[in-house]
């Protein structure tokens, strides 16, 4: 009686000990089709949280191709000159190696002369009286900046938008309650349009009516990263 506890202990350790590398042969490859930070082994789903121990990282080697950008995102592979989120990737270079200043042909370093020249002497520097205060002087035919030749129009400038990605042919399960709208809409960039506007919306379904599907265009916006089921009728974009 006291053998067989004996090895039924021994037996749980050993799945315990064990647990880590059996992690790593699980059926779904979920890293491959998520654009999320986590993804769970067991079911496949994609995750912005992790929410439980056995999630997997899923990391995107974005340093290697922004080649002269210090920062990328892991999400989307794009490459940033600042770091605007916190989960963006610090991409360095390697240690020991410094940016080497280039010159054009021909040029020749400050400070050196070529040989056989004499140095040419220097002509002392005007002086103002103590005082006064050096007017600013511009090329012929400039005008300050801030001002317009007379009759012209100010053009508007162009807003600036968040930027999104597309994510892939698909939507958000039906069963995660993160929608926020659902409205007809003819375009994608309509559908873009309302989620700019609507503080909050990170993600956006356009329902194409120009796919197999048919129908009348469809736009839903939702206020968190979902998990996305695969639908060849529906266009699946996020926040970057």
């Given at each position: 009686m006291?053998?067989?506890?004996?090895?039924?202990?021994?037996a749980?350790w050993?799945?315990?000990?064990?647990e880590?590398?059996?992690?790593?042969?699980?059926p779904?490859?979920?890293?491959?089709?998520?654009?999320?930070r986590f993804?769970s082994?067991?079911?496949g789903?994609?995750?912005d949280?992790?929410r439980?121990?056995?999630?997997?990282?899923c990391?995107i080697?974005?340093c290697n191709?922004?080649?002269?950008l210090?920062?990328?995102?892991p999400?989307s592979g794009?490459?940033?000159?600042?770091k605007?989120?916190?989960?963006y990737?610090?991409?360095?270079?390697?240690q020991?190696?410094m940016?080497?200043?280039?010159?054009?042909q021909?040029?020749?370093?400050?400070?050196?002369m070529?040989q056989?020249?004499?140095?040419?002497?220097?002509m002392?520097?005007?002086t103002?009286?103590q005082?006064?205060?050096?007017q600013?002087?511009?090329?012929?035919?400039?005008?300050?900046?801030g001002t317009m030749p007379?009759?012209?129009v100010?053009?508007?400038?162009?807003?600036?938008?968040?930027?999104y990605?597309?994510?892939g042919?698909?939507?958000?399960?039906?069963?995660?309650?993160?929608?926020?709208?659902?409205f007809?809409t003819?375009?994608?960039a309509?559908c873009?349009?309302?989620?700019?506007?609507?503080p909050g919306c990170?993600?956006?379904?356009?329902?194409n009516?120009?796919s197999a599907?048919?129908g009348?265009g469809?736009?839903q916006?939702h206020?968190?990263?979902?998990s996305?089921?695969?639908?060849?009728?529906?266009?699946?974009?996020?926040?970057?």
């Amino acid at each position: 009686m006291a053998f067989a506890i004996g090895w039924h202990v021994v037996a749980l350790w050993c799945l315990a000990a064990a647990e880590p590398a059996l992690r790593s042969f699980w059926p779904h490859q979920c890293c491959t089709t998520c654009l999320t930070r986590f993804c769970s082994p067991r079911s496949g789903n994609c995750y912005d949280q992790k929410r439980k121990d056995y999630y997997l990282e899923c990391k995107i080697d974005c340093c290697n191709s922004c080649a002269g950008l210090p920062f990328c995102s892991p999400v989307s592979g794009n490459c940033y000159d600042q770091k605007r989120k916190n989960y963006y990737l610090e991409c360095t270079m390697p240690q020991g190696t410094m940016p080497q200043p280039t010159m054009p042909q021909g040029t020749m370093p400050q400070d050196t002369m070529p040989q056989g020249t004499m140095p040419q002497p220097t002509m002392p520097q005007p002086t103002m009286p103590q005082g006064a205060m050096p007017q600013p002087t511009m090329p012929q035919g400039t005008m300050p900046q801030g001002t317009m030749p007379q009759g012209t129009v100010p053009q508007p400038q162009p807003p600036t938008f968040p930027m999104y990605y597309y994510a892939g042919e698909g939507r958000c399960d039906p069963a995660t309650p993160t929608k926020m709208a659902s409205f007809s809409t003819a375009t994608a960039a309509e559908c873009r349009g309302s989620c700019q506007n609507t503080p909050g919306c990170k993600v956006f379904d356009f329902l194409n009516p120009s796919s197999a599907c048919g129908g009348t265009g469809l736009c839903q916006l939702h206020y968190a990263y979902c998990s996305m089921v695969t639908d060849p009728c529906w266009e699946q974009y996020r926040l970057d």
